[in-house]
């Protein structure tokens, strides 16, 4: 059962659900943050999916409290979240709150969390305010996805004077506080479909379908620190790096991963206008990037240019 609190309230219990892979060095920072966390009455749950650069033995050494669950390496995103909410439902822990190994919390965002959810209500989802460390990027205040049609014209909110702020588009799966009823009523994560990229936002559609409501609580703040750019994009504009961003499942423009979640989160003629556009924005993109880095195809290409197009850029004459 909850603790109670001095107040007389029971505090809820959670599970604070970490996946990892091999990224002992920003998990345990991610840890030590959640271990000055002012709110008491939580358990940290490391899943490690099969990590071979010392996590496990280090989580144990520095961090004994921390329950570590084991992974084959095949778990992904999708499958260590799940492996973890599994675990959390089995120890009757009220809520899941999902961190990731780069998320650095502050000591009052797990109570804020909380704070919030007593009054929003039981049929409540509580996001954190996601902020990027070293950078001067905006932070993340309930902005719709990339894809969506709203994503260009939308303004952030004034969130500074208010306790929470309703939002109608997902947040990712980093600094969410999601109730144990809400997972299962709705499912886990698609592991199946969705094993890494856009599982969360699929995920909380079908929660926000079976009625659930999204806040950002204003005061609970979250530090994310920059992932460093893969390999293979560094040299993005080649065809093998090319292909790394549009088919590896670790890659953010896996287009086979983004058509599966439109085609699950859309009707089907919403999906196709949105999908094949993208798609084509992005063949666009690379194909123009890998022409730049061409110069011995510029003039002929400039010609043939001429040569569809000869009248571009002439006026017609007036007599």
């Not at 939580?42 to 669950?69: M, S």
């Not at 990731?100 to 009054?119: A, W």
């Not at 939002?167 to 969705?194: K, M, S, T, W, Y």
């Not at 620190?225 to 499942?249: H, K, M, S, Y």
Request: net charge positive; aromatic share 10%.
């Amino acid at each position: 059962m909850p603790a109670n609190t001095e107040a007389g309230k029971e505090e809820l219990r959670l599970t604070v659900v970490v996946p990892t892979y091999n990224r002992w060095q920003k998990a345990r920072v991610a840890l030590a943050h959640l271990s000055k966390s002012e709110y008491g009455n939580f358990e940290v749950v490391l899943v490690e999916d099969g990590c071979t650069d010392g996590t496990v033995e280090n989580c144990r050494a520095e961090f004994p409290e921390v329950k570590i669950l084991h992974g084959d390496g095949d778990l992904w995103w999708s499958g260590a979240c799940n492996l973890g909410v599994e675990y959390a439902l089995g120890r009757e822990a009220d809520a899941v709150v999902l961190i990731n190994d780069d998320n650095n919390v502050e000591p009052q965002t797990i109570g804020s969390l909380v704070e919030s959810f007593r009054r929003k209500g039981s049929e409540s989802v509580i996001c954190a305010r996601i902020r990027l460390v070293d950078s001067d990027a905006p932070e993340w205040r309930g902005n719709p996805p990339p894809w969506h049609p709203e994503f260009q014209a939308w303004q952030p909110p004034d969130i500074d004077r208010i306790d929470e702020l309703p939002i109608q588009h997902p947040p990712g799966g980093q600094g969410v506080l999601i109730p144990a009823e809400c997972f299962r009523r709705v499912g886990l994560f698609d592991r199946r479909n969705l094993p890494m990229h856009w599982a969360d936002h699929n995920f909380h559609y079908r929660a926000m379908k079976a009625g659930y409501k999204y806040f950002i609580a204003t005061k609970a703040v979250i530090w994310n620190v920059p992932n460093e750019t893969p390999p293979q994009l560094r040299d993005i504009f080649t065809l093998r790096g090319a292909w790394w961003f549009l088919t590896n499942p670790r890659s953010y423009g896996n287009m086979k991963t983004l058509r599966t979640h439109l085609k699950l989160s859309l009707p089907p003629g919403e999906y196709r206008r949105t999908f094949y556009p993208i798609l084509g924005r992005h063949l666009a993109w690379l194909a123009y990037g890998w022409l730049q880095r061409k110069p011995l195809l510029h003039r002929p290409l400039r010609i043939l240019k001429r040569s569809v197009f000869p009248n571009k850029g002439q006026t017609a004459s007036t007599q």
